[in-house]
């Protein structure tokens, strides 16, 4: 099975009935991200349609300032979200400083409720890696799934080094320094996402709006970096977030399936992976790539 570890699905407008066919027509787990009240409100809706698409609430940090100040009442969503995101830090693209204090008080809440609700994050990362590693690691949150890492590759390392799970996505299509950190995070840590409907529009600057079964061209092109095969990537990314899943109870229903949906010989395949500790995966990777640079 496919896995797209980060979507906007309510973004699709009237594509959104050909994306939801697409999901389900190539069996792509997918997890919906929001960016705010209204989308994950909006999102609730769509999963109903599809088995395969899992929900989440988050405050993206272009929406921060407008909840700085209502945390408590956007507390409900995050008890109600099976998980979390999208959420992060981000302050390269946001040029706004004056946001960046709200951005920071936004996030600590949310790490601090996923802390406590022992559910996993999905996160933004742009320029706000090492604080955001530093939460982690504050609140103890095991789980965290880094969405389209593009930072410096010592807090990569350190990340590698926690645990966490890494999305690989549609610019490792385009860009030798995705393709490098693409080729850096160890098998076992390894994600993919479209980021679309928006991700290939915004990489090629023109009106292409990004389907579902652009996953595919991802996992086609892990392949060919990590000399592997996209049969055995698709089997490894599955495994991944099943492991990511398992003991959820908030996510049984989701794991279960995901579990169905896994052949015993696929999973004993996958067994190799994760057998080395994540440090020395990790640490050789990077020491690969850095070589190369």
């Known amino acids: 099975?496919?896995?797209?570890?980060?979507?906007?699905?309510?973004?699709?407008?009237?594509?959104?009935?050909?994306?939801?066919?697409?999901?389900?027509?190539?069996?792509?787990?997918?997890?919906a991200t929001a960016m705010d009240v209204p989308s994950y409100l909006e999102l609730q809706q769509i999963s109903e349609r599809s088995e395969l698409v899992l929900p989440t609430f988050g405050i993206h940090p272009r929406r921060a300032a407008e909840y700085a100040d209502h945390l408590r009442d956007i507390g409900r969503y995050i008890e109600m979200s099976p998980a979390i995101g999208?959420?992060?830090?981000?302050?390269?693209?946001?040029?706004?400083?004056?946001?960046?204090?709200?951005?920071r008080k936004v996030l600590e809440y949310f790490i601090a409720a996923a802390a406590e609700q022992k559910k996993f994050v999905n996160l933004h990362t742009k320029a706000g890696e090492k604080e955001i590693l530093d939460l982690l690691q504050k609140y103890d949150v095991r789980r965290a799934i880094i969405h389209w890492y593009s930072g410096p590759m010592d807090i990569l390392q350190a990340m590698i080094d926690f645990g966490c799970?890494?999305?690989?996505?549609?610019?490792?299509?385009?860009?030798?320094?995705?393709?490098?950190?693409?080729?850096?995070?160890?098998?076992?840590?390894?994600?993919?996402?479209?980021?679309n409907p928006g991700a290939l529009r915004w990489l090629k600057k023109n009106d292409e709006v990004g389907m579902p079964t652009a996953i595919k061209a991802v996992v086609n092109a892990l392949a060919?970096?990590?000399?592997?095969?996209?049969?055995?990537?698709?089997?490894?990314?599955?495994?991944?977030?099943?492991?990511?899943?398992?003991?959820?109870?908030a996510l049984t229903e989701f794991d279960d399936y995901l579990n169905r949906m896994q052949s015993p010989k696929a999973v004993k395949g996958m067994?190799?992976?994760?057998?080395?500790?994540?440090?020395?995966?990790g640490r050789a990777a990077v020491k690969a790539v850095r070589k190369k640079r």
Do not use: C
């Open 271 to 281: 067994e190799s992976a994760f057998h080395a500790s994540p440090s020395k995966l």
């Open 224 to 249: 060919e970096l990590r000399q592997s095969t996209p049969e055995r990537i698709e089997q490894l990314v599955h495994a991944n977030f099943s492991r990511l899943l398992a003991n959820d109870l």
């Open 165 to 195: 799970y890494f999305t690989i996505g549609v610019e490792v299509l385009s860009s030798d320094y995705i393709k490098q950190i693409a080729k850096a995070v160890p098998d076992h840590l390894l994600l993919t996402e479209t980021d």
């Open 86 to 103: 999208e959420i992060g830090l981000d302050f390269h693209w946001v040029k706004d400083t004056s946001t960046y204090a709200a951005q």
């Open 1 to 31: 099975m496919l896995i797209d570890a980060h979507v906007h699905l309510d973004k699709y407008g009237d594509l959104l009935d050909r994306a939801l066919r697409e999901i389900d027509e190539n069996r792509i787990f997918t997890v």
